[in-house]
C-alpha cells in the first residue's frame, strides 16, 4: 500500500474551514484514497473516501490533486466537536489476503473557540 | 440499531493472566479486525477475519488468539505471552460486496485493558 503523509498537528478557529493535508506520492492507479477520524477514546469514524474525482457527503469534502500525489479533506464550517485526530489511508478496493486499513499516526486538528 | 459492541469497556489485569475480549456485530458483515492503539499512536492490525472460521495474522499478532466460530462475533484473547498488553483495542468490521469492499470501517466504542 502507498504510504501516507501527514502533519502530526493543526489548529482551526470555530466557525472557519479546516484544511487537512495529506500526500501519497506513491499511489497507485486502483487505490482509494480514505479519511477516517477519532475523537478521543472512541473507535474511529469513517468521513469519506475517493479515488479521483472530488467527493462531497454531510460531514466533508475531499479534494484529489489531478495526479493523485495529495489530497486535502475540507470541514467546510468547523466546529469543537471536530477536534480529533485524522487519518488518511490508500487502499485498494478488492477482496485480497491483505484486506484491512492502515491507519498510521495522522493529524491532532484542534479546533479553538 | 445496528452496530459493534466491544465488552467490557474497562479491563484490569494481573500480569500472568489471560483475559478474553469480547465483539459482537449486528450489521451482517462479512471481514472483522482487531487493532491496538498505544497512546499517541496510530492503530496496528492484531488479527482480521473475512469469513466465519478463517482468520488471518496481522502486524502484530504474537501473544495474541482469536476465533471466529460465528459471524457476528469475534473474540480476541491477550494471553500471558503477550509482554506489554496495556493497551486500548478497538474491534471493527467491513462488508464485503462481490469481492469488493467499500473500505468503510465501523468500530465499536473500544476496551481499555490495564496490566497490575
Known amino acids: 500500500d502507498a504510504k501516507t503523509t501527514q502533519p502530526p498537528s493543526m489548529d482551526c478557529a470555530e466557525g472557519r474551514a479546516a484544511n487537512l493535508p495529506c500526500n501519497h506520492s506513491t499511489i497507485s492507479g486502483n487505490e482509494y484514497v480514505y479519511w477516517y477520524r477519532q475523537i478521543h477514546s472512541q473507535g474511529p469514524q469513517y468521513i469519506i473516501h475517493?479515488?479521483?474525482n472530488n467527493e462531497t457527503n454531510e460531514m466533508a469534502s475531499l479534494i484529489i490533486t489531478e495526479d493523485r500525489k495529495s489530497s486535502t479533506l475540507i470541514l467546510p464550517h468547523a466546529t469543537l466537536r471536530d477536534t480529533a485526530v485524522y487519518y488518511c489511508?490508500?487502499?485498494?478496493?478488492?477482496?485480497?489476503?491483505?484486506?484491512?486499513?492502515?491507519f498510521g499516526g495522522g493529524t491532532r486538528l484542534m479546533v479553538k473557540p | 440499531d445496528g452496530g459493534i459492541t466491544q465488552s467490557p469497556k474497562y479491563l484490569f489485569r494481573k500480569e500472568g493472566q489471560n483475559v478474553t475480549l469480547s465483539c459482537e456485530q449486528n450489521l451482517n458483515h462479512d471481514a472483522m479486525y482487531w487493532y491496538r492503539q498505544d497512546p499517541g499512536q496510530g492503530l496496528r492490525l492484531i488479527y482480521y477475519s473475512q469469513i466465519v472460521n478463517d482468520f488471518q495474522k496481522g502486524d502484530i499478532a504474537e501473544g495474541y488468539s482469536v476465533s471466529r466460530e460465528k459471524k457476528e462475533s469475534f473474540p480476541l484473547t491477550v494471553t500471558s505471552a503477550q509482554k506489554n498488553p496495556t493497551a486500548f483495542y478497538l474491534c471493527a468490521s467491513m462488508k464485503i460486496w462481490k469481492g469488493t469492499h467499500t473500505g468503510e470501517l465501523f468500530f465499536g466504542e473500544g476496551s481499555r485493558l490495564t496490566v497490575l
Open positions: 475517493g479515488l479521483k
Open positions: 489511508i490508500v487502499r485498494v478496493a478488492v477482496n485480497n489476503a491483505g484486506n484491512m486499513l492502515t
